[in-house]
């Protein structure tokens, strides 16, 4: 069975840093493009990094130039460094393969992230 388990968030004031990490396990995580989504409350849960599996990049236009995402395949793990944080990144963080994801599958609890003063 595929699992995602996501860790790293908290409360941080704006301008701060976080730096979330994902566990995969049950696949061959070599093969499979990841991303980092995120939930905040009343909004539908939306894509804002994604990492493929030559490792290219892309990013929603409201992390650009602010978060990373990069994966490491030995570990199994895709992290997403959270720069210059804002209130509005507040939300629930998610990692998942676009795939699974658009299917419904597989998500994790995923990691609280709170930016406040």
């Known amino acids: 069975q595929v699992q995602f388990v996501e860790s790293g968030g908290g409360l941080v004031q704006p301008g701060g840093s976080l730096r979330l990490s994902c566990v995969a396990s049950g696949t061959e995580f070599s093969h499979v493009p990841m991303g980092w989504y995120r939930q905040a409350p009343g909004n539908q849960r939306e894509l804002i990094a994604h990492v493929g599996v030559e490792r290219l990049t892309n990013y929603d236009d409201s992390v650009k130039g602010r978060f990373t995402i990069s994966r490491d395949n030995a570990k199994k793990t895709v992290t997403l460094q959270m720069n210059h944080l804002k209130p509005e990144d507040t939300a629930i963080y998610y990692c998942?393969?676009?795939?699974?994801?658009?299917?419904?599958?597989?998500w994790g609890q995923g990691t609280q992230v709170s930016v406040s003063p």
């Open positions: 998942n393969a676009p795939g699974w994801a658009s299917q419904g599958k597989f």
